[in-house]
Structures are given as structure tokens and as C-alpha cells.
């Protein structure tokens, strides 16, 4: 019998990340800030100020749940390195 | 009608191995699944008069495509006839609205999921339930709507647990989650109509929020109203700390002795609102994770009766404003209300949109 696939097949190969950082080394960097933890994006910014010499663009989301609105994108499109999500 | 392209099928010899492909292939929520032979999905398609390639946007986590045929697939998978099509396009129009935030409803780590409440004349004709056990089971029309949308959001969405469906615990709406609202045994506007749409019309609402709390609820108004207020400003729900909105549901014995009485639905929304509420020092009993939770929403200004409160005796509601308060009338004709907390200021707003028949 003929069944219709209920699902779209993967077409974009995964991104792999790199994990050289001394490329951030005064490099412009976008660090998209979710809203929800503020002392640990503090924590980050910091260290990519310090420990890797980045330049660190803060740009903060309206609301952390949700994706980020198109001028926040482009704003962070301007730098060379973008941080769009961060975990503990 | 496009006719779908045969990349979009493969063939399976017999019933048993294509039920099992389901699950191998990580195509289905648990449940076994109606197969969607072409026969079905084109004859859905053809019930919404639209094409099959037409999309409604990208459903998120994952982004995919919510064209007509692929939510096709997954409304016969659902259990679907065709004429539940149409409800179950307008539930996801809905659902893809930014106030909702499918996003973050997706995969937040709160229990909300999205409710679907059908308004209006094709309710009844469709046999949905809106009387004695409206959240539960036994007809076809619920099930098979709410399980529908699950499945596209399970397969075009990737709303899946441990992957993108962070839910602490979840609840069993996960699976289906649609109601009707009661349009003949009650006394005041439905909510579809409340929000917009024209009398005698038909609409979907859908709200994100927690399975039903159950709310013993008899007597007169004011009695009624003391046991809402209290199941509304429970402290284990989000909204008492980050506000947004929260569904109350009456039951038709409910809302025809508030009528009775003289009280308009606004006039026990307008009570409830100023009513529902918690001092600050309970808040603050919570710990500090729920100070934090009031502080972030302050700070966006999504919870602007949360500010410049300091005094322990001070009280906050449970929504910034009273229309955050949604209504519904549905149920048995007993002594039980239900109270659905959201998510919060967060998302997983109520949405209503027009259910379109060709």
C-alpha cells in the first residue's frame, strides 16, 4: 500500500561547530542575551571579554521564550561571531 | 488539487509492518496511528478547498513547513475525517500566531500544552463534546482534532520530549487536548464571539495551560466565586509570579445560576480578577527563584502591576488585567468547575481565528 510520509526529509547537513576560540580575539562578537538569567550572561560576557579579548555587542531579546525579532538578527549579523544561546 | 508528489509516499507490503514503520521511524507520539493512504490525505486536502503545497508558516522548534498536505498526512493519522479539516487548519493558524509563542510553549519546561476550544454551530454538528466530561474521552471529534495537531507538531514541529519538548512533567493533553465550548445551555456569549467573531459563526480559540484543576464549585455566586478565587491564586501556578492569562471553565448548572442572579460573564470576570490574588509576602515565601521570575517580567514590562510593590501586605493578581481572564462554558450539569492556569506573561496566549468550510 501507498503511505504519505508525515514529516519533511532532513535536506541541511548539521552544522559542526568550531571550537578554535582564539579566533575571538578582538573579534566583534554578538552575545544574544535571552532575558532569563542575567548574572549568568553576565558571567559569559565577562569571559569572553577577558579570558579570549572578544568585543562583546550585548543585544537583548524582549522576551526569552521566544525567537528573536528580525532587527536583533541583523544587528547580530553585523558581527563576526554571534552568541545565540547559552545553558548551565 | 496539486497532486502530491510521489516523493512524498513509499510503499509498505502489509498493515502490520506499516503500523510498526511508525514507530521505527519515529513518526508517531506512542500511539498507534491511522495510515494515511493517498486515498485519505487527498480527500482531506480536497475538504479544505486549498492546496495541497499552500503553507501556514514554519512550525517551530524545527521549522517545518506546515503545508496543507503535510498537516493533511498527519489529520488522517489523528483520525480525522475530512470535514474535521478545516477546524484543525484554523486551530493551527492559531496556534502559529506570535502572541501564542508556539516556540516557547514547545519547549518550555512548564506543563502548559495547547488547548483547542471549538466555538459555534459546527460543534454540535460535528458531535464534539462541550457537556459531561468535556476533557475526556469517548468522541471521535476531540480526540481526533487535538491528536491531529499533536501529531504536526510532533512531526513537522519536532515537538518531541528530551529533544525540544523540555516539559518538566507534562500532562496527558500532550496527546490531545480539544474541547468544545457549550453553545445551546448557556447563558452568556461564547468566548469565540467575546473575542470577536459574529454570532453564529464558527471559530477555534487555543490557549496554552495546564490540564484541568478540578474547582467544587456550588451555591451562590459569592461561594462560587471564594472557591474560584482561591484554585486561581494557588501558589504552585505560574501565574500568581509571572501573570499572563488563565482559562476558567463553569460548568452550564455554573454560569445559568450566576445568570440567574443577575451577573454577566464580565461582571465575574471584573470580581475574579480583583479577587484572585496573593500578598506579596507568600510570593516572596516561595524563594528566590520566583523573585527572579517577578524581576525579569518587571524588567520587560510585561508585568507592570508587579512594580514599585514593596510592602509584604500589598497584593498582586494573578493577570495584569481582567480580560487575561478567559471564560468558558462547558461540562456537566453538576457541582464542578475547572480552573486551567497558563504559562504565564511568557506566551502561550489565547488566539481565535475563523474556521473556514469551502
Known amino acids: ?88 | 488539487m496539486r497532486r502530491m508528489e510521489l516523493a512524498e509516499s513509499l510503499h509498505v507490503d502489509g498493515y502490520e509492518e506499516a503500523v510498526e514503520m511508525f514507530y521505527d521511524r519515529g513518526w508517531t507520539d506512542g500511539l498507534p496511528v491511522v495510515l494515511p493512504t493517498r486515498k485519505l490525505v487527498e480527500a482531506m486536502v480536497a475538504a479544505s478547498g486549498r492546496d495541497a503545497g499552500e503553507s501556514l508558516g514554519a512550525i517551530p522548534p524545527k521549522n517545518g513547513e506546515a503545508t496543507i498536505g503535510k498537516l493533511a498526512v498527519n489529520a488522517v493519522m489523528g483520525g480525522c475525517k475530512p470535514e474535521h479539516f478545516p477546524i484543525v487548519l484554523a486551530a493551527f493558524e492559531a496556534m502559529m500566531a506570535p502572541e501564542h509563542n508556539l516556540n516557547g510553549v514547545t519547549q518550555t519546561t512548564h506543563m502548559c500544552v495547547s488547548l483547542t476550544i471549538v466555538g459555534g454551530p459546527i460543534a454540535r454538528k460535528l458531535n464534539f463534546n462541550s457537556r459531561d466530561g468535556v476533557f475526556g474521552n469517548g468522541y471521535r471529534s476531540n480526540g481526533a482534532v487535538g491528536r491531529a495537531l499533536r501529531l504536526a507538531l510532533w512531526n513537522l514541529g519536532g515537538a518531541v520530549p528530551w529533544a525540544t519538548d523540555m516539559a518538566t512533567m507534562s500532562h496527558p493533553g500532550e496527546y490531545a487536548f480539544c474541547i468544545a465550548e457549550e453553545q445551546d445551555d448557556n447563558p452568556w456569549e461564547p468566548l469565540h464571539v467575546e473575542r470577536g467573531c459574529a454570532p453564529g459563526s464558527d471559530a477555534v480559540t487555543v490557549f496554552a495551560c495546564e490540564g484541568p484543576h478540578s474547582v467544587l464549585c456550588q451555591g451562590t455566586p459569592e461561594e462560587m466565586l471564594h472557591v474560584l478565587t482561591d484554585s486561581m491564586s494557588s501558589l504552585g501556578n505560574n501565574n500568581v509570579h509571572a501573570g499572563g492569562q488563565t482559562l476558567v471553565v463553569l460548568n452550564p448548572l455554573n454560569a445559568e445560576e450566576f445568570a440567574r442572579r443577575g451577573w454577566s460573564k464580565k461582571d465575574v470576570r471584573d470580581y475574579l480578577w480583583e479577587n484572585s490574588r496573593r500578598t506579596l509576602a507568600d510570593v516572596k515565601g516561595c524563594g528566590i527563584i520566583h523573585e527572579g521570575f517577578r524581576k525579569a517580567q518587571v524588567d520587560v514590562g510585561r508585568m507592570h502591576f508587579r512594580h514599585n510593590i514593596d510592602s509584604p501586605k500589598a497584593t498582586v493578581p494573578v493577570t495584569n488585567r481582567p480580560e487575561d481572564i478567559h471564560i468558558v462554558v462547558a461540562g456537566g450539569r453538576t457541582y464542578f468547575a475547572a480552573v486551567l492556569p497558563g504559562w504565564g506573561s511568557f506566551g502561550g496566549y489565547a488566539v481565535t481565528r475563523p474556521i473556514r468550510t469551502s
Open chain 1, 1 to 88: 500500500m501507498e503511505i504519505m510520509i508525515p514529516v519533511w526529509e532532513q535536506t541541511a547537513a548539521p552544522q559542526i561547530a568550531r571550537n578554535d576560540l582564539k579566533l575571538l580575539k578582538d573579534a566583534e562578537v554578538a552575545l544574544v542575551d535571552d532575558n532569563l538569567d542575567v548574572a549568568f550572561t553576565d558571567q559569559v560576557e565577562l569571559k569572553l571579554r577577558e579570558a579570549y579579548g572578544a568585543i562583546v555587542k550585548r543585544l537583548i531579546k524582549p522576551l526569552g521564550s521566544a525567537p528573536s525579532p528580525k532587527s536583533l538578527l541583523e544587528e547580530a549579523a553585523t558581527c563576526r561571531v554571534a552568541v545565540v544561546g547559552i545553558g548551565l
